[in-house]
């Protein structure tokens, strides 16, 4: 069975820090890779995506990320992050026709 | 278009009661998923449903049952709730079993 591993729970930073979120899949096969984010009060919304080609992916609201094979790796990075980015992130993963695999979740707090 | 509408939005029942949930998937999506997430935990699996036929089921007791009807919507049934059940239930549509949109959820407390 598939897993994700997401490093942090919690993270906190100022605005226009820099954020990297880390996520980590046990799956060696090919798979899809997604980033879900799930600002307060609101329902889980599409972040990025990684189907296939280029590595590294450009989502929503400057957020984007890298997937790296050898590490079983797809972390998720923006140069700057706003008050706004403040939210609980999610990384998943998905094999073939399979249904999502989620990581814990890490809560953002970007304190103004 | 409308997104994924879930029904309905909160709900408590008591321990041993029956719930039923309720789902609408994006128009022209024929996939139907649906996942548990209870607090401090990312979504688990529970069913997934393609062109009403069941496709995927996760690690969940037999009390938990789905159906997907000819217009593509969906129910989850619970029987005989347990307090563990507690949780937000989120159901998922998608075109291609591929890239699945989320839905609002229903927020289930069981007393």
Known sequence: AQSVSQHNHHVILSEAASLELGCNYSYGGTVNLFWYVQYPGQHLQLLLKYFSGDPLVKGIKGFEAEFIKSKFSFNLRKPSVQWSDTAEYFCAVKSGYSTLTFGKGTMLLVSP | ?111
């Open chain 2, 1 to 111: 278009d409308a997104g994924v509408t879930q029904s309905p939005t909160h709900l408590i029942k008591t321990r041993g009661q029956h719930v039923t949930l309720r789902c609408s998937p994006i128009s022209g999506h024929k996939s139907v998923s649906w996942y548990q997430q209870v607090l401090g935990q990312g979504p688990q699996f529970i069913f997934q449903y393609y062109e009403k036929e069941e496709r995927g089921r996760g690690n969940f007791p037999d009390r938990f049952s789905a159906r997907q009807f000819p217009n593509y919507s969906s129910e989850l049934n619970v029987n005989a709730l347990l307090l563990g059940d507690s949780a937000l239930y989120l159901c998922a549509s998608s075109y291609d079993r591929r890239e699945q949109y989320f839905g609002p959820g229903t927020r289930l407390t069981v007393t």
